[in-house]
């Protein structure tokens, strides 16, 4: 089957760096999308990767090792309206998305 | 800057009742998913269309739902009965081509709740 893991929840301070892990056994690999969703809204695109390394966006960038079918995305200088899911989304073989169920960050004071 | 609209944002209805949600793409977008998410989960997808033909509903509970594309611009999602289990936030997503690698751009969904 096909199956993408995340943490469920994480917390962090305003203005410290969060990593947020994503690992995926799927029927193949053309990319991985970071999506963000703010409580009660639609998901808004983040970043997709396709080639191994990382891919720096701002704040935010996103890493991907495809041999070890891994991929994370960083977030710096983390501010308050940070606090929203940060979902993982793998394109299959069959050009497919498959999404992982999202984890929760709870940015502190 | 174009975006993806949808119809009602809220809807709260009775089971065995029957419910409607509407999206409009982007304009020029080929590609049309609908998806389900349950509070505290990924999106799950629904349909996908390719102008007015669906690709994929192979998730689609097709003894109650239905969806249509006609003119292969803005779609319906029916519900007839609803079930308790449908309450979820509904999103429409569309992109240009339907090669998932392309971005999706999404509605800002219909949250409905069956009572």
């Known amino acids: 089957g096909q199956n993408i893991d995340q943490p469920t929840e994480m917390t962090a301070t305003e203005g410290a760096i969060v990593q947020i892990n994503c690992t995926y056994q799927?029927?193949?690999?053309?990319?991985l999308f970071w999506y963000q969703q703010h409580a009660g809204e639609a998901p808004t695109f983040l970043s997709y990767?396709?080639l191994d390394g990382l891919e720096e966006k701002g704040r935010f960038s996103s890493f991907l090792s495809r041999s070890k079918g891994y991929s994370y995305l960083l977030l710096k200088e983390l501010q308050m309206k940070d606090s929203a899911s940060y979902l993982c989304a793998v394109v299959d073989s069959n050009y497919q998305l498959i999404w992982g169920a999202g984890t929760k960050l709870i940015i502190k004071p | 800057e174009a975006e993806v609209a949808q119809s009602p944002r809220y809807k709260i209805t009775e089971k065995s009742q029957a419910v409607a949600f509407w999206c409009d793409p982007i304009?020029?977008?080929?590609?049309l998913y609908w998806y389900r998410q349950i509070l505290g989960q990924g999106p799950e997808l629904l349909v996908q269309f390719q102008d007015e033909s669906v690709v994929d509903d192979s998730q689609l509970p097709k003894d109650r739902f239905s969806a249509e594309r006609l003119k292969g611009v803005d779609s319906t999602l029916k519900i007839q009965p609803a079930e308790l289990g449908d309450s979820a936030m509904y999103l429409c997503?569309?992109?240009?081509?339907?090669?998932?690698?392309?971005?999706?751009?999404f509605g800002p969904g219909t949250r409905l709740t069956v009572t």
């Open positions: 304009s020029g977008h080929a590609t």
């Open positions: 997503a569309s992109s240009l081509v339907g090669d998932a690698s392309y971005e999706q751009y």
């Open positions: 990767n396709v």
């Open positions: 799927t029927s193949g690999f053309n990319g």
